[in-house]
């Protein structure tokens, strides 16, 4: 199985963020990016973390690390422990 590259991972990722991963690796500034996908500067910050964070978890192997059976249940559910069902 071959290693994805960094484009075809950018590629995966929802447009608006790799373009903003593309022009902020290309060396523009933030007013740049902000004004490329018409957001305020104070917020390129916030979406560049979330696109890097998104493509390191694209990075991981499909199979990825062993970390116990499946719960079936949406692990990123922010009521997890109110209604017990974590959806």
Same mark, same amino acid.
Request: charged content about 15%; proline content about 8%; glycine content about 10%.
């Given at each position: 199985?071959?290693?994805?590259?960094?484009?075809?991972?950018?590629?995966?990722?929802?447009?608006?963020?790799? *373009?903003?991963?593309?022009?902020?690796?290309?060396?523009?500034?933030? %007013?740049?990016?902000?004004?490329?996908?018409?957001?305020?500067?104070?917020?390129?910050?916030?979406?560049?973390?979330?696109?890097?964070?998104?493509?390191?978890?694209?990075? *991981?192997?499909?199979?990825?690390?062993?970390?116990?059976?499946?719960?079936?249940?949406?692990?990123?559910? %922010? %009521?997890?422990?109110?209604?017990?069902?974590?959806?």
């Amino acid at each position: 199985m071959s290693v994805r590259t960094w484009r075809q991972q950018l590629d995966e990722l929802p447009p608006t963020l790799a *373009v903003a991963l593309r022009l902020h690796d290309a060396g523009h500034p933030d %007013t740049v990016v902000a004004t490329a996908l018409d957001v305020p500067v104070e917020g390129v910050a916030a979406l560049l973390q979330v696109a890097q964070a998104k493509l390191a978890h694209l990075a *991981v192997p499909a199979s990825g690390p062993a970390t116990g059976p499946a719960t079936g249940h949406n692990q990123w559910s %922010t %009521t997890e422990g109110q209604d017990g069902t974590g959806t």
